[in-house]
């Protein structure tokens, strides 16, 4: 089961022969694995660092994704190091490691600049009903998803924002490749223009949706899953009127980001609240979890968020 993927099947079998041979470098291995591939990094850690330091082949392949998914980004830097060095001088390829360890680099400089959020709720939804969760003002527009909004059925992830007075909205949509970009359309009289996708420094490679646009009409908040901490990440962006283009995107950083799926970021400044949904720590397409902050000149105060399941 472990050779053909099949980690879910393989852990608990393993986790009882590590339990009874705590010492065999292999068990270790083999539960960490199991556990770093099923979203348990916490617990992989300690059975991966067992691994390493017994010298299992691989192991500090795992360790690094262990310790980058659990926010030890300088000890997965260090890791990955070790493991490009020991490639190099056996003459394997190291570039897949490489990329790795670029990311881990990253995400070791974002870690420095975060943003300190105050928690006001916490709560978990239905992934398939987290939109109804954004109780917007009505000056700040409306979210809705694809199918709801367009009365299309099928599975679409595509979400929709409509501007105060409905007249111009952007949207998730599937291209010809399947992957989604944000596309915008403007109500003429009764009708609507075709959609027009957002510029390429926006819909780059991977899935582009969830967009938000301030009531200033030009900062517009999306999430990518091309680059980043990992999964989705929530980027921002403002159009500039003078040249009809739009910034380069930046990363909204630590804590909105994280090794998780992160996105819908919606700022309701009538109210001075903001949300934003995350899988981090739920099952994996069950739940997700939806923040309520307070924002305060865009400077947010850190407490711990409690959480309820529903």
Partial sequence: ????????????????QVQSQPGNANYSFWYGVCCQQT????????YLEVAVKKRVAGAQLYLGQAYNDTYRYEDAVGCYEEYIAELSRRKRPTEE???????SKANLRMVKGVEEVCVIDSFVVNKND????????EESGSLFSYNAYFQTEGKHPGSVYETEIGNKIYYGEANA???LRIMSS?????????????????NAAGNVNYPYVLTDGVTIYYATDSEGLGGYDIFVTRYNTNTDTYLTPENVGMPFNSPFNDYMYVIDEYNNLGWFAS????PKGKYVFTYLSRTVRSKLITMKPSIRRK
């Fill in 177 to 179: 490749g399947g992957k």
């Fill in 279 to 282: 899988d981090r720590y739920q």
């Fill in 1 to 16: 089961m472990f050779s053909k993927g099949q980690y879910q099947e393989a852990k608990p079998i393993f986790k009882k």
């Fill in 186 to 202: 403007n109500k003429q009289l009764n009708e609507w223009s075709a959609g027009r996708p957002l510029p390429e420094n926006i």
């Fill in 39 to 46: 979203g348990e990094s916490d617990e992989a850690v300690k």
């Fill in 97 to 103: 490691v490489e990329k790795l360890l670029e990311k």
């Fill in 130 to 137: 987290f939109l109804s969760t954004y109780k917007l003002s």
